[in-house]
């Protein structure tokens, strides 16, 4: 492995990852592959945060309406890089990430949703993405455990989901077979310019450590203004909760299920997940009742044959969100310090572009065109919130 820094010191490494979600690790294995010496800092365990929790759904099509051009852009980008992508975190750690192509189907169960599966069904097919419109009978030939009330559907072939807990494990195994150093119970505290380095301050179980990088990729997620003190000004990072139940028993659909309310997403365990809630909750981790019920409750108005599944989980995460709900791809202006954070609803999503485009960035020194518009500058010229991180 070679050091684009020339740097001679054991402790310096060319670019340390803060974070070791799905952003964080996906872009340490790019970097290592293209022969960055790479240190992955991780305050608790790898997919600690919402990289674990969420459902896995590689779908632009689902808000493709309201998602501004150049975010459905990039999650196309992705969508095209993700089989390979799988293909070669497979490779290297030897492990599955449960990637499953059999598309999303969209249950209407009354005039309201077929009208807007209709409007759906013509803006996918205006942007150029797969989508065909289906009567209550066609849909229940392809799942025929959808519930009988059901008038129709719409399918979108192009959607895929990954498994995201087998994920997040091969990348973590991938990161370690090309050389990444993944430092788990470690957890960064400070990052400072120093001379043409950058020095870092880490804490872990048994005390204080430093380690130098050439740079600093900031993938902590939601966490990415909390405990961390950077040179870089707080733009307002916040949390939006999300809550999915677990369901284990006979298997009853092979494609994801989803209407406006929730969407139902097969596992190939056997398990079912129903998410998801969204709430302004701050850093709160509670499973609540009325978020459960919200779910099942749903979920049983298309698929009612949930009733008799045995619920295994409530599980919680925090969707790291900037105010305009889109990613901070890029450079900051402290030299040297990237960001990959904010990816909110659709992180897993776009692990495979933002891993793409921030190699391709920290490599070459440019700001390639399909990031542009994922600045963290955008928020620079905003009224600040305040000074300094931590
Ligand atoms: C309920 C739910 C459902 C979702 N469904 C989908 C979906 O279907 N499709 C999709 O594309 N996206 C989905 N998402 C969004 C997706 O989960 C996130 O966008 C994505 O996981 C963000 O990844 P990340 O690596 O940026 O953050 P995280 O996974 O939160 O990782 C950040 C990591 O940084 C670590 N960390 C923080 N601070 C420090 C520090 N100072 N030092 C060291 N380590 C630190 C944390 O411990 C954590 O492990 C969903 C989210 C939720 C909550």
Known sequence: MTSSAGATDAQSIDVAVIGGGVIGLSCAFELARQGKSVTVIEREQTGFGASTVAAGMLAPSSEVEITPRSLVELQLDSLRRYPRFIAEVEAASGLSCGYRDEGTLWVSRHRDDELELDHLCAIQLERGMSARRLSGRELRQIEPYVSPRAVGGLLVETDHQVDTRKLVRALHGAC????????????????????????????????????????VLLAAGVWLEQGLVTPLPRVGMRP??????HLKGQPLVDHVLRNSDIYIIPRADGELLLGATEEEQGFDLNPTAGGTLDLLRYAFEILPGIYDLNVTELDVGLRPTFSDHMPVIGPTDTEGVFIAAGHYRHGIMLAASTAYWITEM??????????????????LQQPQRQDGSG
């Open 240 to 245: 939006v909760k999300g809550q999915i139940v």
């Open 362 to 379: 920290m490599l070459s020194a440019q700001v390639p065109n399909a990031i542009e518009p994922f600045s963290f500058e955008r928020f």
């Open 176 to 215: 370690e077979a090309v050389g990444v150093e993944v430092r788990i119970h470690t957890g960064a505290t400070t990052v400072e310019r120093s001379g043409g380095r950058l020095d870092l301050a880490l804490q872990d179980p048994l005390g204080e450590s430093t380690l130098q990088a050439a740079q």
